[in-house]
């Protein structure tokens, strides 16, 4: 049987417009795309007994170790409810950084999807400590309040620092140790482990994290993340948690497929390590600039700076990003995989510009 080839579909958008928002707003990957073309033929099984989510299990106990398993999911939020379900009962909390991305920008998707209570510690760069969890990591047998019984911490952070492998180690002991297990948010995992040079496994299984949101999107995909059970002593029903959630894909080789491509060779880490390097050049370029403070450490694909507000809302009519602190005026400039240095270039010398202005 032949198909035709061609498509009633049109361009809507200008390919040249370059936005420094999110790493969302890239496209997708060729070596991606072309993998889901490889796997477009024929009939497979649906909702993931197809043989590319089968392969899928080895890619991933290749990086994080024999025991992973690997559940492909739609999309970030959707991994970090499925995760967070598994780890806590009914009258269960977690503990996170008041930044953390399940607190600010999932909608109180934990919360109302889950009845998962969150409790909050502020951070001064995004990171918990063993001594910041201890602000919230109290009453366990207090049934007027919902028992922290997990940790969440995401790798890079939501303020683009990074935790070391001894950081997260310390954490997992320490959260172990109280009765509580580690859930990390890892929807930039690949910059985190291109900017430390260390293998996924390093700073996740054997730093003792129960349950890991491993994050594509981000990293050329088209859609999809995957929940990875790191510790399945303590980590279970995953595949139940999955479909009451509304994360079981029917059509799941297309989302598996995409962690093939992106796994199994050096394709995450190219593309991470170049947004990373990306972001680096753009640090170097805007310190340059009287008037713009880099304000945060720049350890992945994310630059935090404050400028003048009126001149960043010029720049948002030439270029999009996000106010980051409405308060402070602080900014948040995201590179991509397939950020050009050019485009670097172009933005630096645009934020030179409005500046003299």
């Known amino acids: 049987m032949t198909f035709p080839t061609g498509t009633d579909a049109v361009v809507h958008h200008d390919a040249g417009v370059r936005g420094f928002a999110s790493d969302n707003y890239a496209g997708v990957h060729p070596e991606v795309l072309a993998a889901i073309a490889l796997a477009n033929g024929g009939h497979q099984v649906a909702y993931g007994e197809d043989q590319y989510t089968e392969h899928l299990q080895s890619v991933f106990k290749r990086h994080f170790g024999e025991r992973a398993e690997a559940y492909p999911v739609f999309n970030g939020t959707g991994a970090n409810v499925v995760a967070l379900q598994a780890l806590l009962p009914r009258w269960g909390a977690v503990i996170a950084a008041q930044s953390a991305h399940i607190n600010v920008d999932e909608c109180g998707a934990p919360e109302k999807m889950a009845g998962i209570k969150i409790h909050t510690v502020p951070t001064p760069d995004g990171k918990l400590t063993p001594e910041l969890i201890d602000q919230q990591a109290y009453g366990w047998d207090d049934e007027h309040r919902a028992a922290p019984l ?25 959260a172990h140790e109280r009765g509580m297990l580690v859930h ?57 948690l999955r479909k009451m959630s509304m994360q079981l894909a029917s059509k799941m080789r297309f989302v598996s497929v995409q962690f093939e491509a992106l796994l199994t060779g050096d394709l995450w880490l190219r593309n991470a390590g170049h947004a990373n390097a990306m972001a680096q050049r753009l640090e170097t370029a805007v310190r340059g600039i009287d008037g713009v403070t880099v304000v945060r450490p720049v350890q992945a694909n994310a630059v935090f700076a404050i400028l003048p507000r009126e001149v960043s809302e010029r720049l948002q009519k030439r270029y999009r990003f996000y106010f980051w602190d409405e308060q402070t005026g602080e900014v948040r400039w995201m590179a991509s995989y397939d950020t050009t240095e050019e485009d670097i270039d172009a933005f630096a010398a645009a934020i030179a510009e409005e500046m003299a202005r």
């Open 150 to 174: 997990a940790v969440s911490i995401t790798q890079s952070t939501e303020l683009g620092t990074l935790y070391t492998v001894d950081e997260v180690k310390a954490i997992c002991e320490h």
């Open 184 to 240: 990390m948010d890892g929807s930039r995992l690949g910059n985190a482990a291109a900017s430390l040079g260390r293998p996924f496994r390093e700073f996740t299984t054997e730093a003792g994290v129960d349950v890991l949101s491993f994050g594509g999107t981000k990293n050329g995909l088209l859609f999809g993340e995957v929940v990875v059970v790191l510790n399945p002593e303590r980590v279970r029903n995953i595949k139940y």
